[in-house]
């Protein structure tokens, strides 16, 4: 069974910069997983705000990149704002079904 | 402006089954690959199953394969879920959302619908 793995938790202070990573079980995360991240905030359903590893959509405020980081994937917060403190998941592909990671809580603080 | 509107939900008894519907507005429907999402209470997302934009090619996570059944009725532009042999760890708030066009070679669930309860409980 395949496993997504995320930090549970961060904390970063307003204005800081933050990595969150997405590793799997199955070894390294490559191109080929087209990684996804999302939003959640409470009572909300998930926002896309990364696609494909790296591509934005309109939406995705510029502050938010994906990158493949150490053979995980990885979304950086630049210039983080208290807005941001929400749950992160990403979402990898394996040939036909996909995988959440378990989310990661970030704390604005 | 893409809209997604689950509805089908409520509560129902352990092996008891529910059917789910997806109403899509906003795009055409038929172009693209749908997905269902759940998430139990406090919990995160789990991915549940997808199908092609022409309902042809179905995809299942190993926990619901064998028990819940996608699809899709292009003509009235909807998503369905039927969820049979229902148990209690299947209780979770489903979500559908629009996966990759049929033509564009993303991988991509870009929106949301709000999601639909299903509570199982005796």
């Known amino acids: 069974q395949t496993v997504v793995t995320q930090e549970p938790s961060v904390t970063v202070s307003p204005g800081g910069t933050v990595t969150l990573t997405c590793a799997s079980t199955?070894?390294?995360?490559?191109?080929?997983?087209?990684p996804n991240w999302f939003q959640q905030k409470p009572g909300q359903p998930p926002t896309s705000l990364i696609y494909?590893?790296?591509n934005k959509h309109s939406w995705t405020p510029a502050r938010f990149s994906g990158s493949l980081l150490g053979g995980k994937a990885a979304l950086t917060l630049s210039g983080v704002q208290p807005e941001d403190e929400a749950d992160y998941y990403c979402?990898?592909?394996?040939?036909?079904?996909?995988?959440f990671g378990g989310g990661t809580k970030l704390t604005v603080l | 402006e893409v809209q997604l509107v689950e509805s089908g939900g409520g509560l129902v008894q352990p092996g008891g089954s529910l059917r789910l519907s997806c109403a899509a507005s906003?795009?055409?429907?038929?172009?693209?690959?749908t997905h269902w999402v759940r998430q139990a209470p406090g919990k995160g997302l789990v991915w549940v199953s997808r199908?092609?934009?022409?309902?042809?090619?179905?995809n299942y996570a190993d926990s619901v394969k064998g028990r819940f059944t996608i699809s899709r009725d292009n003509a009235k532009n909807t998503l369905y879920l039927q969820l049979n042999s229902l148990r209690d760890d299947d209780t979770a708030v489903y979500y559908c959302?629009?996966?990759?066009?049929?033509?564009?070679?993303?991988?991509?669930?870009?929106?949301w619908g709000q999601g639909v309860l299903v509570t199982v409980s005796s």
């Open positions: 959302a629009r996966g990759a066009g049929a033509t564009s070679g993303s991988h991509i669930l870009d929106y």
């Open positions: 906003g795009f055409t429907f038929s172009g693209y690959w």
């Open positions: 199908i092609d934009n022409s309902g042809r090619t179905t």
């Open positions: 199955t070894g390294t995360v490559t191109s080929g997983h087209y």
């Open positions: 494909s590893t790296k």
């Open positions: 979402l990898l592909f394996y040939g036909g079904n996909w995988v």
